[in-house]
Nanobody, 126 residues
Framework: QVQLVESGGGSVQAGGSLRLSCAASGDTSRILYMGWFRQTPGKEREWIGNIRTSDGTTYYATSVEGRFTISYDDVKVTSYLQMNSLKPEDTAMYSC???????????????????WGQGTQVTVSS
């Protein structure tokens, strides 16, 4: 079992920054990838990006590339989502997820991930 707990959400003005954390516990050696997603009411969950825990290789959605950075601390077993130049349209519930293997689902889709955190709200005001 792997558990994920996000933290760091809150309210910020447009142009500001926030850093979200996703702390993993349990059988964390199983984690191959950590992914970040966000969702607003009435919309599908949107993939933000992911990181390969073995070497830190990252991939990002075009909507956040250049503004958001994903990192992973293998000592703390925690992934971070650094969000800069925030915009009101970044307002959403942000969740992290862990993938234990590649089952054929693209890492940009929910099906690739085995366990999810509870989410943390980010609100960006104009």
């Amino acid at each position: 079992q792997v558990q994920l707990v996000e933290s760091g959400g809150g309210s910020v003005q447009a142009g500001g920054s926030l850093r979200l954390s996703c702390a993993a516990s349990g059988d964390t050696s199983r984690i191959l990838y950590m992914g970040w997603f966000r969702q607003t009411p009435g919309k599908e969950r949107e993939w933000i990006g992911n990181i390969r825990t073995s070497d830190g290789t990252t991939y990002y959605a075009t909507s956040v590339e250049g503004r958001f950075t994903i990192s992973y601390d293998d000592v703390k077993v925690t992934s971070y989502l650094q969000m800069n130049s925030l915009k009101p349209e970044d307002t959403a519930m942000y969740s992290c997820a862990a993938a234990f293997a590649l089952y054929g689902f693209p890492l940009s889709t929910e099906g690739a991930y085995n366990t999810w955190g509870q989410g943390t709200q980010v609100t960006v005001s104009s």
